[in-house]
């Protein structure tokens, strides 16, 4: 079963370039694999958050234009994000 967890974002942050500094290579598997599975999920995580954060924008904007503008950069952020997952 899985449990959720809320972290800071700063400490994901953090994890991410950690993980993207670790060279793994050296190791036999099933390290390499499950070290790609963790970098994997905290990268998605933070592209979840990252569209998350535009969809706000488009429901918290002032005005038309501004959320006509949320909504096309949320648009392209989802476009962006099903191409890199």
């Known amino acids: 079963m899985y449990d959720n967890v809320k972290i800071p974002i700063s400490l994901l942050e953090q ?3 950690l993980l993207e500094y670790v060279d793994v290579s050296m190791y ?3 390290i390499p694999w499950e070290y790609d599975q963790v970098l994997s999920a905290f990268r998605k995580k933070r592209l979840q958050l ?3 954060r535009a969809y706000a924008e488009i ?3 002032q ?3 501004k959320r006509f503008d949320a909504r096309m950069r949320y648009l392209q952020k ?3 994000f099903s191409e890199r997952v």
């Open 15 to 17: 994890a991410i370039e």
């Open 28 to 30: 036999d598997e099933p």
């Open 63 to 65: 005005d038309e234009y």
């Open 50 to 52: 990252e569209l998350r």
């Open 59 to 61: 429901i918290f904007a």
């Open 78 to 80: 989802k476009r962006g």
